[in-house]
Nanobody
Framework: QVQLVESGGGLVQPGGSLRLSCAAS????????MGWYRQAPGKERELVAR???????NYADSVKGRFTISRDNLRNTMFLQMNSLKPEDTAVYFCSADYTYLGTYWGQGTQVTVSS
Protein backbone atom coordinates (compact mmCIF):
# COMPACT_ATOMS: atom_id res chain seq x y z
CA GLN A 1 0.00 0.00 0.00
CA VAL A 2 1.45 3.31 -1.11
CA GLN A 3 1.41 6.08 1.47
CA LEU A 4 2.08 9.75 0.83
CA VAL A 5 2.92 12.04 3.73
CA GLU A 6 3.09 15.81 3.31
CA SER A 7 4.98 18.15 5.60
CA GLY A 8 6.15 21.74 5.71
CA GLY A 9 2.89 23.63 5.90
CA GLY A 10 2.25 26.41 8.37
CA LEU A 11 1.50 30.08 8.89
CA VAL A 12 3.49 32.61 6.92
CA GLN A 13 3.18 36.32 6.25
CA PRO A 14 2.44 37.62 2.76
CA GLY A 15 5.62 37.70 0.72
CA GLY A 16 7.12 34.86 2.71
CA SER A 17 8.21 31.39 1.66
CA LEU A 18 7.47 27.80 2.55
CA ARG A 19 8.79 24.49 1.31
CA LEU A 20 6.45 21.53 1.22
CA SER A 21 7.64 17.94 1.11
CA CYS A 22 5.85 14.76 0.11
CA ALA A 23 7.40 11.43 0.97
CA ALA A 24 6.12 8.25 -0.69
CA SER A 25 6.51 4.87 0.97
CA UNK A 26 5.25 1.34 0.47
CA UNK A 27 6.59 0.85 -3.05
CA UNK A 28 9.86 0.73 -4.91
CA UNK A 29 8.21 1.93 -8.11
CA UNK A 30 8.79 5.48 -9.26
CA UNK A 31 5.58 7.40 -9.85
CA UNK A 32 4.94 8.37 -13.47
CA UNK A 33 3.69 11.70 -12.30
CA MET A 34 3.59 13.46 -8.97
CA GLY A 35 1.76 16.64 -8.29
CA TRP A 36 0.60 19.21 -5.77
CA TYR A 37 -3.02 20.24 -5.52
CA ARG A 38 -4.75 22.61 -3.15
CA GLN A 39 -8.23 23.19 -1.85
CA ALA A 40 -9.35 26.41 -0.23
CA PRO A 41 -12.52 26.58 1.90
CA GLY A 42 -15.60 26.49 -0.26
CA LYS A 43 -13.62 25.85 -3.43
CA GLU A 44 -12.82 22.83 -5.53
CA ARG A 45 -9.46 21.13 -5.43
CA GLU A 46 -7.16 22.57 -8.07
CA LEU A 47 -3.85 21.66 -9.63
CA VAL A 48 -0.89 23.69 -8.40
CA ALA A 49 2.00 21.94 -10.12
CA ARG A 50 2.97 18.51 -11.34
CA UNK A 51 6.06 16.79 -12.61
CA UNK A 52 6.59 13.65 -14.64
CA UNK A 53 9.26 11.09 -13.92
CA UNK A 54 11.24 12.55 -16.82
CA UNK A 55 11.14 16.05 -15.39
CA UNK A 56 8.50 17.80 -17.46
CA UNK A 57 6.40 20.22 -15.41
CA ASN A 58 3.04 21.98 -15.45
CA TYR A 59 2.07 24.90 -13.26
CA ALA A 60 -1.17 26.69 -12.60
CA ASP A 61 -1.04 30.21 -14.03
CA SER A 62 -1.60 31.65 -10.58
CA VAL A 63 1.68 30.23 -9.25
CA LYS A 64 3.99 30.49 -12.25
CA GLY A 65 7.18 32.30 -11.37
CA ARG A 66 6.57 31.90 -7.64
CA PHE A 67 6.38 28.15 -7.02
CA THR A 68 8.84 25.46 -8.06
CA ILE A 69 8.18 21.74 -8.04
CA SER A 70 11.00 19.22 -7.80
CA ARG A 71 11.45 15.51 -7.25
CA ASP A 72 14.08 13.21 -5.80
CA ASN A 73 13.27 9.89 -7.47
CA LEU A 74 15.92 8.00 -5.52
CA ARG A 75 14.22 8.96 -2.28
CA ASN A 76 10.66 8.92 -3.68
CA THR A 77 10.18 12.46 -2.46
CA MET A 78 8.64 15.55 -4.02
CA PHE A 79 8.97 19.18 -3.01
CA LEU A 80 7.16 22.44 -3.62
CA GLN A 81 9.12 25.62 -3.02
CA MET A 82 6.65 28.45 -2.57
CA ASN A 83 7.93 32.01 -2.69
CA SER A 84 6.20 35.39 -2.66
CA LEU A 85 3.19 33.83 -0.98
CA LYS A 86 -0.13 35.64 -1.15
CA PRO A 87 -3.23 35.36 1.05
CA GLU A 88 -5.02 33.68 -1.86
CA ASP A 89 -2.51 30.82 -1.64
CA THR A 90 -4.11 29.83 1.66
CA ALA A 91 -5.42 26.28 1.31
CA VAL A 92 -4.85 22.69 2.24
CA TYR A 93 -2.13 21.35 -0.04
CA PHE A 94 -2.25 17.72 -1.13
CA CYS A 95 0.33 15.65 -2.92
CA SER A 96 -0.64 13.05 -5.46
CA ALA A 97 1.23 10.24 -7.18
CA ASP A 98 0.25 8.27 -10.27
CA TYR A 99 1.69 4.80 -10.78
CA THR A 100 1.29 2.71 -13.93
CA TYR A 101 0.24 -0.51 -12.19
CA LEU A 102 -0.73 0.78 -8.75
CA GLY A 103 -3.10 3.60 -9.52
CA THR A 104 -3.33 7.07 -8.00
CA TYR A 105 -2.68 7.94 -4.39
CA TRP A 106 -3.23 11.05 -2.28
CA GLY A 107 -1.73 12.36 0.90
CA GLN A 108 -3.74 13.66 3.85
CA GLY A 109 -2.87 17.28 3.14
CA THR A 110 -0.99 20.03 4.91
CA GLN A 111 -2.43 23.44 5.78
CA VAL A 112 -0.80 26.56 4.36
CA THR A 113 -2.04 29.86 5.74
CA VAL A 114 -0.78 33.17 4.40
CA SER A 115 -1.79 36.00 6.68
CA SER A 116 -0.38 39.01 8.45
Amino acid sequence: QVQLVESGGGLVQPGGSLRLSCAASGTLFIANRMGWYRQAPGKERELVARMSSTGSTNYADSVKGRFTISRDNLRNTMFLQMNSLKPEDTAVYFCSADYTYLGTYWGQGTQVTVSS
